[in-house]
């Protein structure tokens, strides 16, 4: 006799630390519509419940409190494909990381804008199936017109990165280019994990003996 046995996991998913090696990639937004978007590819193992992301990057005015949009593509082919979670809007935490965006230390008045870490809930959450990819997208929706958010750069050197990302230029195309090299960007996600698996009735539940073939 077989039965499932579930059980849950919580905790930090999927980590693209910032490579402070690399120079951040930047896209405008402006009245809530991007001229270039961004996102990010990511998987899971097993089916796991998205409860919080997390991303890094600075604007240049220097003004971290800002309002979001989070967007979840299922994957076509190496690109972003059809939107299966969002657009939702988000005004994350937000707290210095004490670095710049070029890397360096903070440094008050120098002209390079300060390196943010911001944190948010997306409501509802999303589950995503374990062994599929998805497509993570952060835009920032500002009103000014001097306000560019720049989402720093991550690379498979500091995390979970494969060293592939996307963009695309709304105001010329709305067509996703993927673009392999460096060219992960940096966020992470935590979530909870549905482990529920397959086991033999009298054996192995408490995970120490072992089932029969």
Do not use: K
């Not at 300060?114 to 062994?131: K, N, R």
């Amino acid at each position: 006799m077989e039965l499932f046995v579930g059980t849950t996991t919580t905790g930090e998913v999927w980590s693209q630390q910032p490579d402070d090696s690399l120079f951040p990639y930047a896209f405008t937004a402006v009245d809530g519509s991007a001229t270039q978007d961004l996102a990010d590819d990511f998987s899971f193992v097993n089916d796991t419940t998205l409860t919080t992301a997390r991303w890094f990057g600075g604007t240049f005015n220097g003004d971290p409190t800002l309002t979001f949009r989070i967007t979840i593509h299922e994957d076509a082919s190496g690109i972003p494909g059809t939107s299966i979670f969002g657009p939702v809007p988000v005004t994350p935490s937000s707290a210095t990381t004490g670095r710049q965006m070029d890397g360096g230390p903070s440094i008050l008045d120098d002209g390079i804008p300060d390196e943010f870490e911001f944190e948010a809930a997306p409501p509802g959450g999303f589950t995503a199936t374990g062994g599929v990819t998805y497509w993570l997208e952060i835009g920032g929706i500002q009103t000014g017109t001097i306000d560019l958010f720049t989402w720093t750069s991550s690379s498979s050197v500091t995390g979970d990165g494969n060293d592939l990302g996307a963009s695309q230029f709304v105001d010329a195309s709305t067509t996703w280019t993927a673009s392999a090299g460096v060219f992960d960007r940096a966020f992470e996600l935590d979530g909870e994990v549905d482990t529920t698996e397959l086991r033999a009735f009298g054996c192995n539940l408490d995970g120490a003996s072992v089932c029969p073939e």
